[in-house]
Every structure is written in C-alpha cells, then in structure tokens.
C-alpha cells in the first residue's frame, strides 16, 4: 500500500478513499476506468470529478452519500435542485422524523385542497401553501435520507441485497 497523505485539508475523495485502506493504485484498480493520475487530480482539486466517476467511487468506497454531496457541493444543477441529505442519524430517527412529517402534513391535507381546489393561489393562501411546501420538503429529505440510509447497509452487507434488489424492482 502506498504512503498515507498526512495534508490537513483533504477533499471527501480523498478522505473516502483513505478510510477504505486504499491507495491510489489500489483505487484505481476497482475504479476501473478512472487512473490515478486522475484521482491525484481529482483529490487535489486540479479538476472536478465527473458524475460517472463520483458514482463508481461511491460504489467502490461504500459511501452512497458521496452523489448526493457531488450533486449538492459541485454540479451547478444540483446546487439549485438538489436537497443535501444529512446521514448522521439512525434508523429510528428517521422514522421518527418521516412519522412526525406525515402527522403535521395530515392537519394541513384539509388546507391543501381547499387551497388547490380553483387551481389559483391566492395572496391570502400563499402562506398556508408555503408551510404546506415545507412539510413536503422535510418529507422528502426525510425520504432520502432512509434511501442513503438503506444503501450504506446494502453496501456495508448488512442488508440482503439480492432480496432488497427482487422486491424493490417488482414494487
């Protein structure tokens, strides 16, 4: 194994690749297509790394949470569209928290239809519509992050992943 990089501002490639125990060759081994040439670049910050490049390096280092920092941190497009989902939390937790969401969006479904039901929102609606938006964002993160969730235990071999894949894909 090559020489550990003892720099103190490491990029998340590099720090990613250094917890799986990899150097650069050995990355680029199981990166396939991507040289070490290019992944010295990319942890430098000579260049950007590319949206195929980031998704086979969150494959191989086990870090499905790396696309969503790529899409959120470096493409222009996701920095506008793309929530950042935060993965520090556990199961139960974001349970608990979609849960929480559902409840708080169940009080306001009444608001939402009464808001939509002439296809116009008023001025006077705008600020239930904006609370009822916000709800459905923390849904939707919520949402990502059991997905980010689910794939970290996948790739961790903690989840079945032949089983998840068969019934995931028939639903």
Not at 61 to 66: D, I, K, M, R, V
Not at 69 to 89: Q, R, S
Request: charged letters at 35%.
């Amino acid at each position: 194994m090559g020489r550990k990089s003892t720099k103190a501002n490491k990029n998340i490639y590099q720090v990613l690749r250094e917890e799986c125990g990899l150097s650069r060759e050995e990355a680029e081994k199981r990166l396939v297509f991507i040289t070490a040439d290019r992944i010295v670049k990319i942890e430098s910050g000579r260049v950007q790394a590319q949206p195929d490049e980031v998704k086979k390096m969150s494959e191989v280092y086990g870090q499905p949470a790396l696309c969503n920092h790529f899409c959120t941190k470096e493409c222009e497009i996701g920095k506008k569209y793309v929530p950042e989902v935060k993965l520090d939390t556990n199961l139960s937790q974001i349970v608990l928290e979609i849960l929480s969401s559902l409840n708080s969006l169940q009080k306001g479904k009444e608001r939402l239809i009464e808001i939509s039901v002439d296809g116009v929102i008023a001025d006077s609606e705008i600020p239930d519509f904006i609370e009822i938006q916000k709800e459905l964002d923390n849904i939707s993160m919520t949402v990502n992050a059991l997905k980010l969730w689910a794939e970290k235990k996948l790739s961790e071999g903690k989840i079945n992943r032949e089983l998840y894949d068969k019934l995931y894909d028939n639903n």
